[in-house]
T-cell receptor, first 115, second 114 residues
Framework: DSGVTQTPKHLITATGQRVTLRCSPRSGDLSVYWYQQSLDQGLQFLIHYYNGEERAKGNILERFSAQQFPDLHSELNLSSLELGDSALYFC??????????????FGPGTRLTVL | AQSVSQHNHHVILSEAASLELGCNYSYGGTVNLFWYVQYPGQHLQLLLKYFSGDPLVKGIKGFEAEFIKSKFSFNLRKPSVQWSDTAEYFCAVNANFGNEKLTFGTGTRLTIIP
């Protein structure tokens, strides 16, 4: 158990819908990262938040957005869902922003299936 | 931009065989290097990491990796694999400074035959 929690574990929805994935980082970790794991794209970085502020964006679609709240939990919002959005979505947390020899700790993931 | 190559997509070994999984990265600056393992149905777990110092890094479960800067490589090794090592293995890098996103390789699926 990494200490990072994600809900829900599984999500099945239809095309065109909107979903929200939730991540609670390890206690005290200020950085939250979101990654998408799909068969064709592999593990791809989506977005990074540090203490409530967006720090970096990766290959995140405009239909996707995220935020980090004052209690440091983060939500990833996916809208106008398409079949190709079906994937495993991981969040990871890390203690600080500066390079301090800390790795990212991954949550169990949310498996999204778009029908 | 960083990139990571894992040349072995699927490796099948018998128990007690030795393992070496290749990882090469491309990046112009100083990097941190990681190997993560994903057991079936589970999340990513860190096997080992390299930030600086001794280029031979020992991790959990008997795994080790060697950073060879001149070859831009960080190969994962284990002298004697077990059936429980069946999993997917990911090599990852991030920059020492600036954006800390992890860039992952495509992964190597390891199947151990009892």
């Amino acid at each position: 158990d990494s200490g990072v929690t994600q809900t829900p574990k599984h999500l099945i929805t239809a095309t065109g819908q909107r979903v929200t994935l939730r991540c609670s980082p390890r206690s005290g970790d200020l950085s939250v990262y979101w990654y998408q794991q799909s068969l064709d794209q592999g593990l791809q970085f989506l977005i990074h938040y540090y203490n409530g502020e967006e720090r970096a964006k990766g290959n995140i679609l405009e239909r996707f957005s995220a935020q980090q709240f004052p209690d440091l939990h983060s939500e990833l919002n996916l809208s106008s869902l398409e079949l190709g959005d079906s994937a495993l979505y991981f969040c990871a947390s890390r203690p600080g922003l500066a390079n301090s020899y800390n790795e990212q700790f991954f949550g169990p993931g949310t498996r999204l299936t778009v029908l | 931009a960083q990139s990571v190559s894992q040349h072995n997509h699927h490796v099948i070994l018998s128990e007690a065989a030795s393992l070496e999984l290749g990882c090469n990265y491309s990046y112009g600056g100083t990097v941190n290097l990681f190997w993560y393992v994903q057991y079936p149905g589970q999340h990513l777990q860190l096997l080992l990491k390299y930030f600086s110092g001794d280029p031979l890094v020992k991790g959990i479960k008997g795994f080790e990796a060697e950073f060879i800067k001149s070859k831009f490589s960080f190969n994962l090794r284990k002298p004697s694999v077990q059936w429980s090592d069946t999993a997917e293995y990911f090599c990852a890098v991030n920059a020492n400074f600036g954006n800390e996103k992890l860039t992952f390789g495509t992964g190597t699926r390891l199947t151990i035959i009892p």
